[in-house]
């Protein structure tokens, strides 16, 4: 082992393994972070045990095995040490700026798989058989790293005692929604003192009304994809105040809407009358397709022009350099009251930002979010938060296609977290090693390093190892098998870079 690469992931793994109770799960806890790293063909035990302890593959499989699917250390207190040592060189290259919700999944064959059920899966893209994590990453522009992690449990599972007993479920858990899940995580972060950022999410949980309520209650800001049927107040607009109080009985308290609140929409949106209409609420794709049509941008980003003026409802945003060119849209935005039920509420919901997309080549507006960031912020601004989402989207693409997220083969919630634990464990690790190079110094002879199964050799028994880097970012598939044969293992870019080969550091894991 050399002073460099390999001496940073040893000391990694000691300090990790101080959340795990026992010193003698230090060895597994090493093994099977390395096995994660290595280039196998498929991350699952037996192919790990190989190619860490060629020697002894039947007992180094049975310890692995035992370690992730009934080792009784703590998912928490390992996620929560994995970022506190990770946090400090995240946040060398900029303040934490987002809490990021998601879930993926991973496709499964038959029922006994812990959670598995027919859903909705990103992988497939339709509704079948699998299981559904939801997750929580910390984020700035220069990385994202998951801090919470929790398979959705579907209600048919959570009535069955049998199957419970066999995928031993916990006992006090009990059905909890997708963004009740992520709520949780989000609360516990809070709790936790984790550096304040704005909370992104798709519109799977921004149209969930209360998780956005529950997280404005807990002081914080959020970016929320919404549907096009979401429903909104125009600004001057909303609900009627309580009825006045006769004297009789409680006095009123809720808003209400009358019959004048319920016409179709049909008078155009005009700064001018716009505080003088009566309306209903409207729908945020109707608003979008009120305003003037897009036409060639012709004004600079940040500004804050009248919404429904002509030569001004839509603006060109570039918000950050892609990997072929700049990436530039058109988005119109201007402030709106939710909409939602609010006849059941005691006062009008506070005004948000409504963020249109419609990019050029669209027949019609392709995205729409609702934001608390303040009134002030630039549109530019505005635009960079609700995009930094993506970075979720390149945690799973690594998660799964780099460190084996999705190669769990046991049937188990103990095992299914561990592996899921130990998994971000390692993909933390490949972040500190990145982020702890300024981006203008040595930080691109890192991200090139190349890893190569370690100086004891690879057995017959051990997987063919595969590419790893790939161009195009999809989070949800796992890598392809390569079925060449080679007498020796290539080495491998775990993450991808530009680096050429004479920069390479001959050390096993970096970026």
Known sequence: MTSGSEARFAAYVEDLSTALGHADRTGPL??????????????????????TAPARVAAQHQSLLHFVGQGGWSDDRVLAKVRDLVLPAMERNGA???????????????????????????????????????????????????????????????????????????DDLVFRTKPEIALDQIRAAFEAGIPRGVVLMDAGYGADTRLRTDITALGLTYVAGIQPHTTVWLPGQGPLPPKPWTGRGRPTSRMRRDAEHHPPLATPLCCAERSLWLAPPVKVKDVALSLPPPSTPSRSAGEVPCPASPESAWEAVTWREGSADLLTSRYARLRVRPAHRDEKLKETRPEEWLLIEWPEGEDQPTKYWLSTLPETIAFVDLVDTAKLRWRIERDYQELKQEVGLGYYEGRGWRGFHHHATLCIAAYAFLISEREAFSPSGSRTALHGAETAVPRRGRPDRAAH???????????????????????????????????????????????
């Open 30 to 51: 090493r093994d099977y972070c390395l096995g994660l790293l290595m280039p196998v063909e498929r991350k699952s035990v037996e192919p790990m045990a190989a190619v």
């Open 96 to 170: 934490i700026g987002a809490w990021i919700i998601d879930d993926t999944g991973f496709p499964k064959k038959g029922k006994h798989s812990v959670g598995v059920a027919r859903q909705y899966c990103g992988q497939l893209g339709k509704q079948d058989n699998c299981q559904v994590a939801v997750s929580l990453s910390i984020a700035n522009h220069a990385a994202s790293l998951p801090i919470a992690y929790k398979l959705y449990m579907p209600e048919d599972w959570s009535a069955d005692p049998i199957r419970r007993s066999k995928a031993g479920i916990p």
């Open 465 to 511: 190892p595969t590419r790893a880097t790939r161009t195009q970012l999809h989070r949800h598939h796992a890598p392809q098998a390569d079925r060449c044969s080679r007498q020796e293992p290539r080495s491998m870019s775990l993450l991808p870079s530009a680096t050429t080969r004479d920069q390479l550091i001959p050390t096993f894991v970096t970026q």
